[in-house]
């Protein structure tokens, strides 16, 4: 069975997240090596899931499908279709969205 990310639908207190696309090249015109890349800490959210609750409090998704946010460098989940990696993240692996 092959899968769309179309079809991903994140559980409760999850986000779908796609990834920046890495840097291969510096500011000032050098390439960089494949193992010398950082994975991007950045990315578009793709869906949101339903809210969750902590200790009793309803917590709801703090970003809207289409928001650029940034995330926790060790946060989430990958999961790869087609050659690209997305990334599964808890609520709270979120940082800041950029505006």
């Known amino acids: ?3 769309k990310v179309s079809q991903l639908k994140p559980l409760a207190g999850y986000i779908l997240v796609e990834p920046a696309k890495q ?10 090596p494949e193992d010398a890349e950082d994975k991007p800490q950045h ?3 793709l869906a949101c899931g339903a809210a ?3 200790d009793g409090v309803k917590v709801s998704c703090p970003v809207k499908k289409g928001d ?3 995330y926790k460098k060790w946060g989430g989940n990958d999961v790869k279709l087609d050659e690209v990696e997305y990334q599964f993240l808890k609520f709270d692996d979120v940082l800041a969205v950029i505006k």
């Open 52 to 54: 969750t609750h902590v």
């Open 23 to 32: 840097e291969t090249k510096t500011k000032s015109g050098i390439y960089l």
């Open 68 to 70: 650029q946010v940034i």
């Open 43 to 45: 990315g578009k959210v």
């Open 1 to 3: 069975m092959k899968l």
